[in-house]
């Protein structure tokens, strides 16, 4: 039996691991679906390769989802997350900026303005995840985090016509996107990426620490569900190499991703009632689990452009007009054919995951419900609109005519797609508020020895990509949990 059980060794989950491992009398056990590699020398090529995401449809690092998009009909999508350790840090765009301060603003109003999660109160979280290789001598930024954080010098030419484009369209230059209330603008996009190398907090965090005594780390063991003693978590049920094995732990923290802490919650009677009974589960605790999640819609614009490809990260700059995000995708993912993504930041249609089945491995339903909000489409086709005039200016010729604004919306739901960010499964809040699945110390409501952290915890939607944010939450949470 161990101090702390963390469930899944992705991006939270290997800081969660470092951190609450760093006192040598607290043990610490890590289960992880994937695989772990002991050495960096050992993780294949493809995983450090930060010019190329590694997502080939075989890949043994993915999990795949198949998904609804938006209803009447229905637009279907398979999306990934990372099973491996490091998680989706290990296998994702290398776009590490944080959440905007309004962000934070709208996550402490949430809480009542208990400040926990107010931009203040995260500051210093960011600055210990990173070590800025540019602008280090801030005083918003770290020197010696675990996360190297790096901003191209030498654009490729893609992304260079964009910046000159957006600047020639009267948009400001943002030198660094995570300067506090760094503004509206096109900048280029810090990633955490050394001379090439993608680095995750497997890389960051874990496996540095590998040898410490008291933290073990059970690779390729999926855990299918949580064990209570009455309301209070004593253990984890998993199986690993095959075979069906239970880990007992003084308490548990479920760290793996939006999608899968909430799929094993529910699994473990923590949910809807009425939807567990319907599916023989016993009922340890109701809550609204993935009743309201949110995720980036983003509108993908095909084109092309008579400029030479480099290889490069794939996003090295980007234009943000306060929930918008453009972003010139600098690797082409079909020959010939260049992508810009409209990105929808804090949308407002929300999305609903639940269990088909209580059978591990059972594929939940995710029903995204993009676009259903009036104000959404509004957003998107404005976010088109000025998009098709960077595009002009740059001299790209989009592969289907984008059509006039007032026949704007069939085209967005053909061109509908997601950015893969999923959130706010088990979200955050008060003790009067009905949504909230965990406390401010995301702790689980209404149990003992439960936390979740991870990205399914967040309860608003994020004005930026959320990788960072999560590297920062789980800094935090770990802070939280380690007194
Ligand atoms: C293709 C792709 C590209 C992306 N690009 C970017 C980007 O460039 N910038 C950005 O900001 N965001 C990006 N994101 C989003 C970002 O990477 C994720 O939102 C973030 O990393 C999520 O962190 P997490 O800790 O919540 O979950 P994850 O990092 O996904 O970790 C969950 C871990 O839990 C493990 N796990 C799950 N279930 C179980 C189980 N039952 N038992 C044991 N282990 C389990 C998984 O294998 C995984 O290791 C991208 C996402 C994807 C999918």
Request: proline share 8%; net charge negative.
């Amino acid at each position: 039996m161990v101090d702390t059980l963390i469930v899944g060794g992705g991006t939270a989950g290997c800081v969660l691991a470092e951190r609450l491992s760093e006192d040598p009398a607290h043990t610490v056990r890590l289960l992880e679906a994937g695989q772990l590699w002991n050495d960096s020398a050992a993780i294949p090529a493809e995983l450090l390769d930060a010019t190329a995401m590694p997502l080939s449809p075989g890949a043994e690092w993915l999990w795949h989802y198949e998904v609804v998009l938006a209803d009447d009909p229905p637009v279907p999508a398979t999306i990934v997350r990372g099973k491996v350790i490091g998680g989706s840090s290990a296998i994702n765009g290398g776009y590490f900026v944080r959440a905007a301060t309004a962000d934070f603003d709208a996550w402490d109003r949430v809480l009542g303005g208990s400040a926990t999660w107010s931009f203040d109160a995260v500051l210093p979280m960011f600055r210990r995840t990173e070590r800025d290789l540019d602008f280090a001598d801030r005083p918003w930024h770290g020197d010696r985090g675990p996360v190297p954080v790096h901003r191209t010098k030498q654009p490729a030419p893609i992304s260079a016509a964009f910046t000159v484009a957006c600047l020639d369209a009267g948009f400001a230059a943002v030198p660094d996107l995570n300067a506090p209330d760094c503004g509206d603008g096109v900048g280029v996009v810090p990633c955490n990426c050394e001379q090439g190398r993608r680095t995750g907090t497997a890389l960051g965090y874990l496996l540095p620490v590998l040898s410490r005594p008291n933290l073990s780390v059970a690779p390729r063991a999926y855990a299918t569900r949580v064990r209570f003693d009455g309301s209070r978590a004593i253990g984890v049920d998993c199986v690993r190499d095959g075979r069906a094995d239970t880990e007992w732990a003084d308490r548990v923290i479920l760290t793996a991703g939006a999608i899968e802490s909430a799929v094993l919650l529910l699994r473990s009677g923590i949910g809807d009632p009425e939807q567990l009974r319907a599916l023989g589960i016993p009922v340890v605790h109701p809550a609204r689990v993935g009743a309201g999640f949110t995720d980036h819609p983003e509108i993908g614009i095909s084109y092309q452009i008579d400029l030479e490809g480099r290889p490069s990260v794939p996003l090295e700059s980007v234009l943000g007009i306060d929930d918008i995000e453009i972003r010139p995708y600098a690797v082409s993912f079909t020959p010939g054919v260049r992508r810009l993504g409209v990105a929808l930041m804090r949308p407002r249609s929300c999305g609903v995951l639940r269990l088909r089945s209580a059978m591990p491995g059972a594929a939940p339903l995710i029903d995204y419900r993009y676009l259903t909000d009036e104000e959404d489409r509004v957003r998107l086709r404005d976010a088109v609109s000025t998009a098709a005039d960077v595009l002009r200016r740059m001299g790209a010729r989009p592969v289907d005519a984008i059509p006039m604004r007032s026949h704007l919306d069939p085209w967005l739901r053909a061109n509908l797609a997601t950015s893969q960010h999923l959130s706010g499964t088990c979200p955050m809040g008060r003790a009067d508020d009905a949504a909230a699945v965990v406390d401010e110390t995301c702790r689980v409501r209404g149990v003992t020895g439960l936390s979740i952290v991870d990205l399914s915890v967040v309860p608003v939607p994020l004005g930026r990509g959320p990788q960072a944010t999560v590297v920062m939450l789980a800094e935090k949470a770990a802070a939280h949990l380690a007194s």
